[in-house]
């Protein structure tokens, strides 16, 4: 019966085409736009790689260009917010991130502004620029500040809905995506809920929370797991915080055993989170796929994936270590 | 026409409040406080028109941001008299569970601050914020920002002095603490600051000069500055300022930058500074 169930629930999800998040990130920011006029966006010498030209066409005063000056962007966008307005930036998540860290934390998350920061070229595949920009330590620095809200999407729908969702949660938001185009597999009408993880599949023998562009792989490893008659769990945490606790545990408590995986590194990431949960009130046995306490380097996205343990044979592999540990 | 001496008597009391919190504490930074006692007497005074019962966006208000935010004592004992919150809760300072935390923050929901400074560097950005904010909602009110000088050493004040006149941001008025002094010395000694003037007119600021210890120079050059607000350049005011002014044994040395006074001490610098406003109850 629920093997019946699983297969279906992981027959539904299927590629629509390859698309990229930060496409789906300038698509939900054209549309925030225009269903609100207080948002405001600001850009650190990206437009292009952030994808915010058709905002920027349809909406020229109330866009600014920094300038390769991030740390000033952040201060701008905490000033925007104190006289009202709902300022996105947009830069690559390196430099979203640990280089404006301290402006972040005094000036936005300290002093509770309403900004989002957006923040593309996330991870490994990024690719060929190498370990300079491909940043894995974003998600932890960011959920570390208190009341900083922290959302990866999937794919390019999500990531869109995401971006419009975020307009209305009065906070700052890290919202991260990436560069690559990506298995577009979520629903295009899609009401983003934030801190709502999405069950992508019931199963039995394992849980697998998954985050951001690793989704898809985990979906990839799902379907192969079925066929060998392994009934994986499969739940998309797309907010990393404020994390869904009721359903992880209810998950982990059915099936016994959990993965989770992500385009990060193990420190600080999803998986951290998710072990935080279980050791205080369900220890269950976890594996994770990460990155283990490495910098990247230059190569293809799927090159990269593979090297540093983020492939769908990595996930089928730690779903398999898991379900021993039972 | 400004009553100069009503202005210095609320700068006496001021001066007292910090000597007091300070020394209450016993910690935080009087020198850099006591030098900008007149700037800040001025601008809430005098200058700005602002509303005591605050709102966080300031729409339709003057409104001023504090860069260093580690001479906190001077901007709470100016909003405690501007009606901001009561004066006796200057009492607080520093202390545990108190509003006035040792650098202005928001957290706790003191009125009059807006944004979390202490950090240095980060004020000029955030008041270009509001600044353009203000001239997209139509609002023609000006946005003020206090830096100290050895705060000019951080990077982002010349990525904001670089963003104001690029993109015409003149409803900005920047000022400068120049007492040439922090924490470990003479800015000449730690790091040099060079041609102020010069550097910001090359970034293409309209700069001016003032003597911040001298109430009636103070009204007269923020006046000065506000008549040449929109006319296409932000404006950035080099005040010349003594640190620990109003008490002779903390003027003009970096001594005093982060340090309280003793019991002695403070007798001998309430003795100087004549209370006109009434102490707050400690």
């Not at chain 2, 009606?83 to 003191?110: C, M, N, V, W």
Request: one cysteine or more; charged letters at 20%.
């Amino acid at each position: 019966m629920l093997a019946a169930k699983n297969k279906s629930m992981l027959d539904q999800l299927i590629n629509t085409g390859n698309k990229s998040t930060r496409d789906g990130f300038g698509a939900g920011l054209l549309e925030v736009g225009r269903q609100n006029s207080e948002v405001v966006a600001l850009c650190a010498d990206l437009i292009g790689s952030l994808k915010m030209q058709a905002f920027i066409d349809e909406y020229p005063d109330r866009f600014f260009q920094i300038g390769i000056a991030e740390a000033n962007m952040m201060g701008i966008a905490s000033g925007l917010a104190i006289a009202g307005k709902i300022p996105y930036t947009g830069t690559f998540a390196n430099f979203s991130t640990g280089r404006v860290y301290d402006q972040i934390r005094q000036s936005i998350a300290y002093s509770h502004k309403n900004v989002k920061i957006c923040a593309s070229h996330a991870g490994l595949t990024l690719g060929e620029d190498g370990a300079t920009h491909q940043i894995l330590e974003d998600m932890g620095m960011m959920k570390m500040l208190p009341g900083m809200c922290v959302i990866n999407p999937c794919d390019y729908n999500q990531t869109k809905a995401a971006t419009i969702a975020i307009a209305d949660h009065h906070g700052p938001v890290y919202l991260r995506f990436g560069r690559p185009g990506w298995p577009n597999f979520t629903p295009a009408d899609q009401k983003f809920e934030i801190g709502k993880a999405l069950l992508l599949s019931e199963g039995a023998d394992v849980t697998i929370f998954s985050t951001g562009h690793l989704v898809w792989k985990t979906i990839e490893a799902a379907k192969a797991l079925a066929e060998e008659g392994v009934s994986v769990e499969l739940i998309n945490i797309h907010t990393i915080k404020p994390l869904d606790e009721a359903a992880i545990l209810a998950s982990a408590k059915k099936t016994g055993c959990v993965v989770t995986a992500e385009e990060h590194q193990m420190n600080g990431g999803l998986g951290d989170s998710v072990a935080q949960v279980l050791a205080r009130q369900l220890p269950t046995p976890i594996e994770y796929v990460a990155v283990n306490d490495s910098f990247g380097e230059s190569g293809k996205p799927a090159d990269l994936l593979d090297k540093y343990g983020l492939s769908t044979q990595h996930v089928i592999d730690a779903a398999k270590r898991a379900i021993a540990r039972k | 026409m400004a009553d100069i001496q009503h202005l210095q008597k609320v700068a006496s009391q001021v001066r007292r409040d910090i000597i007091r919190q300070t020394h209450l504490a016993a910690s935080g930074h009087p020198g850099g406080s006591l030098g900008c006692t007149d700037f800040f007497t001025a601008l809430y005074f005098e200058i700005m028109e602002h509303d005591p019962s605050f709102n966080m966006d300031g729409n339709n208000e003057d409104m001023f941001f504090l860069s260093n935010g580690h001479i906190s004592p001077v901007f709470y004992s100016v909003l405690a008299h501007s009606g901001y919150f009561p004066k006796d809760e200057l009492s607080t300072f520093r202390k545990i569970d108190s509003r006035l935390q040792g650098h202005p923050a928001t957290h706790e929901g003191l009125p009059g601050i807006r944004v979390a400074s202490g950090s240095l560097g980060q004020g000029i950005s955030v008041a270009i914020g509001v600044a353009l904010a203000k001239k997209m909602n139509g609002d023609d009110k000006t946005v003020f920002v206090l830096t100290g000088d050895g705060e000019l050493q951080e990077g982002q004040i010349w990525e904001a002095a670089m963003f104001a006149p690029h993109h015409k941001v003149d409803n900005l008025i920047l000022t400068v603490d120049w007492n040439g002094q922090q924490i470990d010395g003479p800015t000449k000694a730690v790091m040099a600051l060079g041609d102020l003037e010069a550097k910001f007119k090359a970034f293409g600021w309209d700069v001016m000069h003032m003597e911040g210890n001298d109430m009636e120079a103070v009204v007269a050059g923020l006046n000065e500055a506000k008549s040449r607000t929109g006319k296409g350049k932000p404006i950035c005011i080099l005040m010349k300022t003594e640190m620990g002014y109003g008490v002779d044994f903390m003027q003009g040395t970096h001594k005093w930058h982060g340090k309280a006074t003793n019991a002695e001490q403070t007798e001998n610098a309430l003795s100087q500074l004549e209370e006109t406003l009434g102490d707050y109850a400690a």
